[in-house]
Protein backbone atom coordinates (compact mmCIF):
# COMPACT_ATOMS: atom_id res chain seq x y z
CA UNK A 1 0.00 0.00 0.00
CA UNK A 2 1.07 3.27 -0.73
CA UNK A 3 0.88 6.21 1.57
CA UNK A 4 1.30 9.87 0.47
CA UNK A 5 1.88 12.87 3.43
CA UNK A 6 0.54 15.83 1.96
CA UNK A 7 2.59 17.91 4.06
CA UNK A 8 4.20 20.76 1.96
CA UNK A 9 7.61 20.58 3.72
CA UNK A 10 8.15 16.95 3.60
CA UNK A 11 11.26 15.99 1.81
CA UNK A 12 12.30 12.85 3.24
CA UNK A 13 10.75 9.22 2.96
CA UNK A 14 9.82 8.14 6.23
CA UNK A 15 7.34 10.45 9.21
CA UNK A 16 10.12 10.07 11.57
CA UNK A 17 12.95 11.79 9.23
CA UNK A 18 10.74 14.67 8.91
CA UNK A 19 9.85 14.80 12.86
CA UNK A 20 13.56 14.00 13.71
CA UNK A 21 14.58 16.94 11.06
CA UNK A 22 12.36 19.64 13.67
CA UNK A 23 10.48 21.03 10.31
CA UNK A 24 6.83 22.25 11.07
CA UNK A 25 4.44 20.32 9.72
CA UNK A 26 2.48 22.32 7.19
CA UNK A 27 -0.63 21.18 5.86
CA UNK A 28 -2.39 23.00 2.85
CA UNK A 29 -6.25 24.26 3.31
CA UNK A 30 -8.40 22.53 0.78
CA UNK A 31 -9.16 24.75 -1.91
CA UNK A 32 -12.41 24.65 -3.37
CA UNK A 33 -11.35 22.39 -6.54
CA UNK A 34 -9.62 20.27 -4.15
CA UNK A 35 -12.59 19.83 -1.86
CA UNK A 36 -15.17 19.57 -5.08
CA UNK A 37 -13.24 16.95 -6.80
CA UNK A 38 -12.48 14.35 -3.88
CA UNK A 39 -16.50 15.06 -2.20
CA UNK A 40 -17.10 13.81 -6.03
CA UNK A 41 -14.89 11.13 -5.98
CA UNK A 42 -15.28 10.49 -1.80
CA UNK A 43 -18.53 11.28 -0.98
CA UNK A 44 -18.55 9.36 2.40
CA UNK A 45 -16.95 11.09 4.77
CA UNK A 46 -16.30 9.49 8.54
CA UNK A 47 -15.03 11.90 11.37
CA UNK A 48 -12.61 10.74 13.94
CA UNK A 49 -10.93 12.20 16.85
CA UNK A 50 -7.06 11.75 17.40
CA UNK A 51 -7.27 8.99 20.01
CA UNK A 52 -10.02 6.98 17.36
CA UNK A 53 -7.04 7.13 14.36
CA UNK A 54 -5.15 5.20 16.47
CA UNK A 55 -6.96 2.25 16.94
CA UNK A 56 -8.30 2.92 12.91
CA UNK A 57 -7.79 -0.63 11.43
CA UNK A 58 -8.17 0.65 8.06
CA UNK A 59 -6.33 3.34 8.23
CA UNK A 60 -1.80 2.82 7.89
CA UNK A 61 0.44 2.92 10.63
CA UNK A 62 2.39 5.81 8.75
CA UNK A 63 -0.73 7.83 9.04
CA UNK A 64 -1.27 7.04 12.27
CA UNK A 65 2.02 7.90 13.13
CA UNK A 66 1.94 11.54 11.56
CA UNK A 67 -1.16 12.27 13.08
CA UNK A 68 0.70 12.27 16.76
CA UNK A 69 2.58 15.32 15.65
CA UNK A 70 -0.60 17.33 14.27
CA UNK A 71 -2.50 19.92 15.96
CA UNK A 72 -5.98 19.34 14.62
CA UNK A 73 -9.35 19.36 16.37
CA UNK A 74 -10.87 16.27 14.72
CA UNK A 75 -9.86 14.46 11.09
CA UNK A 76 -12.31 13.30 8.27
CA UNK A 77 -11.66 10.10 6.31
CA UNK A 78 -12.97 10.58 2.59
CA UNK A 79 -13.81 7.09 1.12
CA UNK A 80 -15.52 6.65 -2.41
CA UNK A 81 -18.96 4.51 -1.98
CA UNK A 82 -17.92 2.61 -5.44
CA UNK A 83 -14.59 1.97 -6.72
CA UNK A 84 -14.17 4.47 -9.09
CA UNK A 85 -11.41 5.75 -6.74
CA UNK A 86 -10.05 2.87 -4.20
CA UNK A 87 -8.07 5.99 -2.31
CA UNK A 88 -9.43 7.44 0.30
CA UNK A 89 -8.19 10.80 1.89
CA UNK A 90 -7.28 12.25 5.28
CA UNK A 91 -8.56 15.11 6.17
CA UNK A 92 -7.66 17.20 9.11
CA UNK A 93 -9.78 19.82 10.35
CA UNK A 94 -9.95 23.18 12.70
CA UNK A 95 -12.47 24.26 14.49
CA UNK A 96 -13.37 27.76 14.29
CA UNK A 97 -15.70 30.01 17.20
CA UNK A 98 -18.62 28.21 15.52
CA UNK A 99 -19.55 24.96 14.68
CA UNK A 100 -20.28 25.21 10.93
CA UNK A 101 -17.01 27.12 10.77
CA UNK A 102 -14.58 24.56 10.10
CA UNK A 103 -11.53 24.90 8.00
CA UNK A 104 -10.17 21.93 6.16
CA UNK A 105 -6.72 20.30 5.16
CA UNK A 106 -5.51 18.06 2.95
CA UNK A 107 -3.17 15.77 5.45
CA UNK A 108 -2.36 12.41 3.82
CA UNK A 109 -3.91 9.61 0.94
CA UNK A 110 -3.39 5.69 0.63
CA UNK A 111 -3.83 2.75 -1.67
CA UNK A 112 -2.59 0.97 -4.34
CA UNK A 113 -2.88 3.76 -7.15
CA UNK A 114 -2.54 6.91 -6.11
CA UNK A 115 -3.40 8.44 -8.99
CA UNK A 116 -2.11 12.18 -10.20
CA UNK A 117 -4.72 14.83 -8.72
CA UNK A 118 -5.28 15.68 -13.22
CA UNK A 119 -6.82 12.23 -13.20
CA UNK A 120 -8.90 12.63 -10.22
CA UNK A 121 -10.08 15.39 -11.27
CA UNK A 122 -10.68 14.07 -14.73
CA UNK A 123 -12.57 10.99 -13.58
CA UNK A 124 -14.41 13.57 -11.05
CA UNK A 125 -15.14 15.55 -14.23
CA UNK A 126 -16.75 12.57 -15.67
CA UNK A 127 -18.28 11.05 -12.45
CA UNK A 128 -20.46 14.30 -12.48
CA UNK A 129 -20.62 14.84 -16.45
CA UNK A 130 -22.66 11.58 -15.67
CA UNK A 131 -24.76 12.24 -12.77
CA UNK A 132 -25.86 15.58 -14.45
CA UNK A 133 -26.96 14.13 -17.33
CA UNK A 134 -29.03 11.25 -15.91
CA UNK A 135 -30.79 13.86 -13.16
CA UNK A 136 -31.77 16.41 -16.51
CA UNK A 137 -32.75 13.37 -18.64
CA UNK A 138 -34.87 12.07 -15.55
CA UNK A 139 -36.63 15.66 -15.26
CA UNK A 140 -36.59 15.82 -19.00
CA UNK A 141 -38.86 12.71 -19.09
CA UNK A 142 -41.26 13.96 -16.06
CA UNK A 143 -41.72 16.94 -17.78
CA UNK A 144 -42.81 15.32 -21.02
CA UNK A 145 -45.02 13.23 -18.98
CA UNK A 146 -46.81 16.43 -17.68
CA UNK A 147 -46.68 18.11 -20.79
CA UNK A 148 -48.25 15.13 -22.33
CA UNK A 149 -50.68 14.70 -19.45
CA UNK A 150 -51.48 18.43 -18.45
CA UNK A 151 -54.84 18.06 -17.32
CA UNK A 152 -54.60 15.55 -14.82
CA UNK A 153 -51.79 17.46 -13.48
CA UNK A 154 -53.83 20.10 -13.15
CA UNK A 155 -56.77 17.91 -11.86
CA UNK A 156 -54.11 16.76 -9.27
CA UNK A 157 -52.60 20.47 -8.24
CA UNK A 158 -56.18 21.60 -7.29
CA UNK A 159 -57.27 18.30 -5.38
CA UNK A 160 -54.02 17.99 -3.33
CA UNK A 161 -52.18 19.17 -0.63
CA UNK A 162 -49.81 21.30 -2.92
CA UNK A 163 -49.57 25.00 -3.55
CA UNK A 164 -51.52 27.04 -6.24
CA UNK A 165 -50.51 30.37 -5.70
CA UNK A 166 -47.27 29.68 -7.87
CA UNK A 167 -46.41 27.09 -10.60
CA UNK A 168 -45.42 24.40 -8.78
CA UNK A 169 -44.52 21.16 -10.13
CA UNK A 170 -45.16 17.98 -8.00
CA UNK A 171 -43.64 14.89 -9.43
CA UNK A 172 -44.84 12.24 -6.59
CA UNK A 173 -47.94 10.88 -8.91
CA UNK A 174 -45.32 10.16 -11.46
CA UNK A 175 -43.38 7.69 -9.40
Known sequence: MKVEIMNANEEMISVDELI???????????????????????????????????????????????????????????????????????????????????????????????EAFSVLRDKAKESLKRQTQMTLIEIKLKAETVLKNLDLYIECALTEKISTTKPYVNWSYLD
Open 20 to 114: AAAKPLVFEQLSQEINNVYTVLCPRHKEWKTEEIQKGIEIPNRVKDLIQYCHFDSYEVWSATAQVVKDPILVGIKQGENSWDKTRFLVARWGKEL
